[in-house]
C-alpha cells in the first residue's frame, strides 16, 4: 500500500491495522517490506513494523539520510 501522509496514518497504525486484520484470518505476519524510501520523521528505530523488514538499514531507505550521503558520480 502506499502511504501518502504518515502524519494523518503513522506507520505503526498502518502495521497495526494489518496485523488486526491478518489475525482475523488466521494469518500471522512473517515478514515486510518496504519499497522506496521513508522520511526521518517516519522512521520509528524501536517500533514493531521496523523489527519484521529483514535487513533494514536506514542509511539506505531514510530519505534525509541517502540526501546527505549522495553516492559517487563518474
Given at each position: 500500500m502506499?502511504?501518502?501522509d504518515f502524519t494523518l496514518t503513522p506507520m505503526r497504525h498502518v502495521y497495526a491495522t494489518i496485523?488486526?486484520?491478518?489475525?482475523?484470518?488466521g494469518v500471522l505476519i512473517d515478514d515486510a517490506e518496504l519499497?522506496?524510501?521513508i522520511?526521518?520523521?517516519a522512521y520509528e528505530p524501536d517500533s514493531e513494523w521496523i523489527r519484521q523488514i529483514p535487513g533494514f538499514d536506514p542509511?539506505?531507505?531514510v530519505l534525509e539520510?541517502?540526501?546527505n550521503a549522495p553516492i559517487a558520480w563518474p
Open positions: 502506499n502511504v501518502t496485523q488486526h486484520l491478518a489475525q482475523r484470518h519499497i522506496g524510501l522520511p526521518e520523521a542509511d539506505g531507505k539520510r541517502k540526501l
